[in-house]
Structures are given as C-alpha cells and as structure tokens.
C-alpha cells in the first residue's frame, strides 16, 4: 500500500486528483480527492465524479505492465495501485526527474548555447521550447508510433476495459463502451491522450525522457493516435466532432 511520507509535496491536481512527489520513496502519486474536496458540478451542485475512476487507474497499471515488458517505451515504473486506508483509490508510479514537454520554454535549459545575457536568463525562452517540441514530434514519429504498432490484438480496449481517447470521450457520451472483436490482429497499442502534459523531457538536452499517464491507452484502429507538441494542437482533436464520432463507429461491435 502507498503511504505519503512527510515530504510528499502537492505538485497538481484536477477535479477529481491529487498528484504528489514523494520524495523518500522517489515516487510519483496520483491520489483520488475525497467527494468534499472536489469541484462542484455547476450541472448538478454536487462534487464532481469523473466517470470509470477505478477502471482509468486499472488500465493505467495494466498499460504499464504491458509497455515496461513488451515494447521499447521510456514508461515510468509501477510501484502499486488500489485503495488506501482511507478508502481513496490511488496509482503509484517511479518518479521522472524531468519537465513536461509543455514547460520545456518556461525559462532557457541552454543559456550557453542562446547567448542569453543576464537579463534574459530565468525567463520564457522560444528556443528552448520549439527544440523540445522537434524532438518530440521526431521520437513519436520514429520510435513511439513503431513501438506502439508492433503491439497488436484482435480486442479493442485492455484486458476486457474499453477506455477510448479524452479527444473521444468529449465528444461521445456514452455509460460503458464494450469491447470488439476483430478475426485479425487488426487493433494497435494507442496512448489516448498524448499531448505536452504527459511527455516529460530531459532538463539539459530536452530529449524525449518518458512517456506518463496512460489512463485512456488501448487497443484500437491506428487512426485513433493523435498528438499535439502544443496544447492547442493536442486540444483541437476535441472540437472535430464528426471525426470522434466516425471514428466511434469503427469500434462499435
């Protein structure tokens, strides 16, 4: 079981979690919030309550599980996942000493080779931010996507749970979604939700270090990888409507 030692520090969070550094175990947390401490639905005036809580967690360990064992992937290492004491589910992962690739221009990561002069220095840096996103674009395309597609099935989802993509799920409501199955190895191992917040790079080369959050990963039709080096690419999957739903009736058993 996870245990949050003294020096766990708060690093984020959202509706429905909080996310922790635990720096004694060298862990990275996220933990489910309890119902009185979560946002309030402005459409039912009740805590928020993000649909399959316990099944995302699942599928992330199981993602993990699967990447770290069959494929050439930099994935954080699973440590746990489950409920603890308190009855709060949470997932346990290695901790990536890194910044997301969408922090990467926060401030220069190579002031020797950007002539940065003193005033400069500890500020946003266009460089620094368009050289993490080229290198990520570069490794999806020459390493994530071959990895990923050498990993068939001929089910959609993971191990018997359907998660679609985020892009999907915004777009198409639905309580459960069912597995389907194909007479051939035609569904191929996809992220779900690849965008600047979940890729980690390294701090002094902004080389792609690892690959996070694997919540919405499964099997499903190669169109259904989509990334975005920048959030406004990522998030304008999530406006294309009728590309969510076209590609949701190829999936539909």
């Known amino acids: 079981m996870a245990v949050l030692h003294e020096d766990a520090q708060v690093v984020g969070g959202s509706d429905d979690k909080v996310y922790y550094f635990n720096f004694t175990t060298s862990t990275f947390m996220k933990r489910e919030k309890p119902l009185a401490k979560r946002g309030v639905s402005r459409m039912t005036g009740k805590p928020i309550e993000n649909p399959w809580f316990k099944e995302r967690f699942q599928n992330e360990a199981a993602a993990l599980q699967l990447l770290r064992s069959q494929a050439k992937i930099p994935v954080p290492g699973l440590r746990s996942w489950g409920e603890d004491s308190e009855g709060l589910l949470f997932l346990e992962t290695d901790l990536v000493p890194g910044v997301q690739l969408e922090r990467a221009g926060d ?12 005033e400069k220095i500890g500020k946003k840096c266009d460089q620094c931010a368009d050289l993490a996103q080229k290198n990520f674009n570069q490794f999806v395309e020459e390493k994530l996507l071959p990895e990923l597609r050498s990993l068939k099935s001929s089910t959609t989802g ?11 799920l915004g777009s198409v409501d639905r309580p459960s979604w069912e597995p389907k199955t194909s007479d051939k190895e035609e569904y191929v191992m996809t992220h779900g939700d690849l965008g600047p917040h979940n890729v980690m790079m390294d701090v002094e ?8 959050d694997w919540e919405y990963s499964g099997y499903f039709p190669p169109e259904f990888q989509k990334w975005g080096a920048t959030r406004g690419g990522h998030f304008a999957y999530f406006k294309d409507e009728d590309l969510a739903r076209e590609l949701t009736a190829t999936i539909d058993p």
């Open 107 to 118: 401030e220069c990561r190579m002031p020797n080779l950007h002539s940065l002069n003193g």
């Open 158 to 168: 993971l191990n018997g749970l359907v998660i679609p993509p985020t892009w999907i």
């Open 205 to 212: 080369t902004l080389e792609v270090i690892s690959i996070i």
